[in-house]
């Protein structure tokens, strides 16, 4: 006779090492999506939501545990919990005609969270604070000796700027919860500079190669209040030290970093709806040593419905994106996504797919991400 | 349940092929405003003074030990006599193998062998005059002391113009019965005058062997030379006669002689008369050279590459730091400036070396065995344009390893087979003195936005 044995936490906890191994081992990279328009700045800022946020345009990170963006809501979390998202993404340029196709792997967030008291919750993990990965062929034509020589670059930047946290989300009450969290932002990047020439008899090809080091520390807080038993609603504040890049040693360079806040509002319509909608700014413009900053402010609106087992998520987002010449580049963004429970509740499955259309002067890129996110309570 | 552990596999599958693709990353520039701050900066700058403590050696190679010798009637500028001693031939040879007793030979006729490396192509009835010298010819021999021999005349003559222009023989029988008989490469055509003179035409390297056919008695085996044979060559020519002949220092370009001889062996046993064989031997070189006036001029001030001994610069370079440190050179070219045009003719033109040194030890710095760290450049007869010579491999080097010796030798190639000798300006003459050329990257400043 056959039997059927009930999955235990231990199937959970495998799967999520398996996922975990498989995107961070063949890769080796933190990255969220990055963009040509990161490209003339410090990189492109990474989106610190779960695959279920994400899935809902964003909305829903204020209020998900396993998105970093907010403390405050570490403090739902009632078991030792873990989540990792990863996504691929396929990304047509086409820079004032010239169409390029790119794609690339990433592994943008990880979260853990557990109840250390009943009112208090320690949580922590990583994502990406800034993806630095793009390569650049330039072609051009240089005079060297008074003669006309082809020449073409090749400047490539592999890696991010992750952004480690600690984090604690209290109850202070049945309505009222709170946050706080400590960031150390670090990562490195593989840089690499290539000049071949045309006239390869006469001038030989010159490579450099380095790695930069990136260090920063920053604070956050937040609150997550229960206007009434369906409406709850959000608020966020960050800060961050100067961000130092280090080669070799040395410090090259060190960029502030902004100031980031916002709210956001969910209203859970009943058992099987919810909608919720948040708006975020972050004062890039203060930048000083990058001259094309820009004050950047994104909002998003997106709804679950569905039994909480298997829910279908849905989601629009719209925002500015920081770097870029003469008008501040835009980003909106659709996404879709499913939700699966197994293993009795201990671990879930999400799968999002988004499609984001980027502008900024003289370039456009359309993205289309597939995501994959686990998480399990062991 | 079954359903539920499809699902996950699916989806665990599906994450693992997606995670497995590779990375594109680059894609074209839309520069500046998509493109990172800084770019790749490429300076090219002449540094004058960069070159010092230079100077000028002779006797690496003396004409004796050089791979050609050159034979040249270029009136005003060089009269060049080339000429090698044969080995030892002995008159008298036993039978058979074992006898104790030996017999006298006859010599029916000789042949002599030289391989022209080097002839102007443009030059019209290019003649070879074979000289017969004294067997004591040595590295004492001078221009002078042999002229006697050199102005009287000649044994025999043959007209290589004139060769060239006869029907060639291409029957592959007859020609690879020659190559055997001669053990030279294979070569595509024959041509034979009226005189027996032969002119081979090597079709791998375009060099000419030509043989000289010598009667009795004009090929004599001489007994108190033990055998031994000096022969000279002159070349003549309605202008531009210069020809390089190679030496033993390359197997195959030797010069040779043949004798043809005869011999009879006595029949002692036997009422048969006595039965007469032909034979042939074959000589090597035992001895060659090349003498020429003018004499190549005592080295001076100036920076003397190549003549007779050979002669070699070295030059000694200050890398100054910032070559070392912050830049990656992507093309160097030592500029060198000649004190005159090299007289001669055109295919007299030579190669240069610049070939790096182990360590400097003045005039005995041993070259470097690596083949990479080299430069070359021909210097062109009559041409009195600035010499220029790329050698960013050895200037990359000097950049990248400090503690590598920066100093190179300008050598000709090959040294010590022709007369013409280049002088540069050294770095005594301010204005004049030689350069480096030097196009460089800059470090690209990574870490800023």
Known sequence: MMTVERSDGRTAVALL???????????????????????????????LESVRARSTGGAFAPFDAFSPLTDATLADVRRMSASVTSGVSWRSVDASGVESSLRGTRFPAMVIAGPVTRRIVVGGGFSTYLDRSFGVIIQDTVNLRGVPQAV??????????????????????????????????????????????????????????????????????????????????????????????????????ENDLPINYGAGIQWRAGAQA???????????????????????????????????????????????????????????????GLGRQFAGGRGRLDIGLERLQRRGTGLTEGVWTFMLGLTVRP | MTRRLGFLIFLVAAGGAIWACTEEATAPGSCPNYCPTDSIAIRDTIFTAIIERDTSFRGYVPSYGAEAMTAADLPGVIDSRAFFTTDTMFRRKAPNVGDTTTVPIFVDSSRVRFVIVRRPKSTTNLRLHLYRLPATT????????????????????????????????????????????WGVSASDSIRVDAAGNVL???????????????????????????????????????????????????IANTPVMRWFYHY????????????VVYAAATLG???????????????????????????????????????????DVVRATL???????????????????????????????????????????????????????????????????????????????????????????????????????????????????
Not at chain 1, 286 to 301: C, E, K, P
Not at chain 2, 374 to 387: A, L, M, N, R, Y
């Open chain 2, 285 to 327: 070189t035992r001895f060659h050279n090349f003498v020429f006036t003018p004499p190549a001029a005592p080295v001076d001030s100036n920076l003397a590459v190549g003549g007779v001994p050979s002669a070699r610069a070295l030059l000694r370079v200050a890398m100054p730091a910032f070559l070392h440190d912050s830049i």
């Open chain 1, 17 to 47: 090492v398996v996922v975990t191994l498989a995107a961070v081992g063949p890769s080796g990279r933190l990255a969220a999506q990055d963009s040509q328009l990161g490209i003339r700045g410090l990189g492109t800022p990474g989106k």
């Open chain 1, 152 to 253: 073409t670059d090749e400047i490539r930047s592999d890696g991010a700027i992750s952004d480690l946290r600690l984090a604690v989300g209290a109850r202070l009450g049945s309505r009222l919860a709170v946050g706080v969290g400590l960031h150390r932002i670090t990562g490195s990047t593989r840089v690499s500079a290539r000049r071949s020439f045309a006239d390869t008899a006469n001038y030989r090809t010159t490579t450099a190669k380095d790695e930069v080091a990136y260090g920063a520390t920053g604070g956050s807080a937040s609150l997550m209040f229960d206007v009434t038993s369906d409406l709850r609603v959000a608020g966020w504040f960050r800060t961050d030290s100067r961000l130092r890049a280090d080669v070799g040693g040395h410090t090259v360079s």
């Open chain 1, 274 to 336: 919810s909608l919720a909608g948040n708006v975020t700014w972050r004062n890039w413009g203060a930048v000083q040593s990058i001259a094309n900053a820009h004050d950047t402010f994104s909002w998003s609106l997106g709804a679950e419905i569905g039994s909480p087992a298997a829910p279908f998520r849905f989601g629009v987002r719209s925002g500015q994106l920081p770097f870029g010449v003469g008008k501040t580049p835009t980003e909106m963004g659709y996404s879709g």
């Open chain 2, 200 to 250: 081979q035409f090597n079709h791998l390297d375009s060099t000419i062997t030509l043989y000289f056919k010598l009667d009795s008695l004009q090929g004599t085996l001489s007994d108190a030379d033990t055998g031994r044979i000096a022969w000279g060559v002159r070349v003549a020519a309605d202008s531009l006669a210069s020809i390089g002949i190679g030496t033993n220092a390359t």
């Open chain 2, 264 to 275: 009879t062996i006595p029949d002692t046993v036997s009422a048969t008369p006595d039965s």
């Open chain 2, 138 to 181: 040595d590295t004492t021999s001078t221009f002078s002391s042999l002229d006697p021999a050199f102005t009287a005349a000649p044994v025999d003559s043959l007209n290589i113009t004139d060769l060239l222009a006869l029907p060639a023989l291409t029957d592959t029988q007859t020609v690879r019965q020659w190559d055997s008989a």
């Open chain 2, 335 to 449: 500029i060198l400036v000649p004190v005159n045009a090299v007289q001669g003719v055109a295919s007299d033109s030579f190669k240069i070396v610049a070939h790096h040194i182990s360590t400097d030890l003045g005039a005995k710095s041993p070259l470097d065995p690596s083949d990479a760290l080299i430069g070359t450049v021909f210097v062109h007869i009559g041409s009195p344009d600035t010499v220029r010579l790329e050698i960013t491999n050895l200037v990359r080097q000097f950049a990248l390893d400090s503690t590598l010796t920066t100093a190179f030798v300008l050598g000709q190639v090959p040294e010590a087979a022709s007369y013409p000798e280049v002088r540069f300006y050294s770095s005594r003459a301010a204005a004049f003195r030689p350069g480096l050329h030097v196009t460089y990257v800059k470090r690209f400043r990574f870490g800023a936005p």
